[in-house]
């Protein structure tokens, strides 16, 4: 698999960004995807995940502000970024392994090249 991430960009705090994960090269309904970010001289944190159906899981820091969606016929999942902080700002990578989501990045088999989101007036 495959995975382009897009969609980043520069906003200011309490805009909205939309990114996107298209994949690639297999059956893309057969994985979870996750979403991760990392800031400067910060580790790589979880940020949200889609199982194969579309159940999904967030990180307490972003519950009730992002949401992550997935459209199979497109091999493509979504992270709608609203109300977005300064402390959103980093870069984010989306990632697919086969069958459940995971919280935790080393188990994810599959990953994209990172799309840098920075949230400042």
């Known amino acids: 698999v495959q995975l382009q991430a897009s969609g980043g960009g520069l906003v200011q705090p309490g805009g909205s960004l939309r990114l996107s994960c298209e994949a690639s090269g297999r059956t893309f309904s057969s994985y979870a995807v996750g979403w991760f970010r990392q800031a400067p001289g910060k580790e790589r944190e979880f940020v949200a995940a889609?199982?194969?159906?579309?159940?999904?899981s967030y990180a307490d820091s972003v519950k009730g502000r992002f949401t992550m969606s997935r459209d199979n016929a497109k091999n493509t999942v979504y992270l709608q970024m609203n109300s977005l902080k300064p402390e959103d700002t980093a870069v984010y990578h989306c990632a697919a392994r086969p069958y459940a989501i995971s919280y935790h990045s080393y188990d994810y088999d599959y990953w994209g090249q990172g799309t840098l989101v920075t949230v400042s007036s």
């Open positions: 889609i199982t194969r159906t579309g159940g999904t």
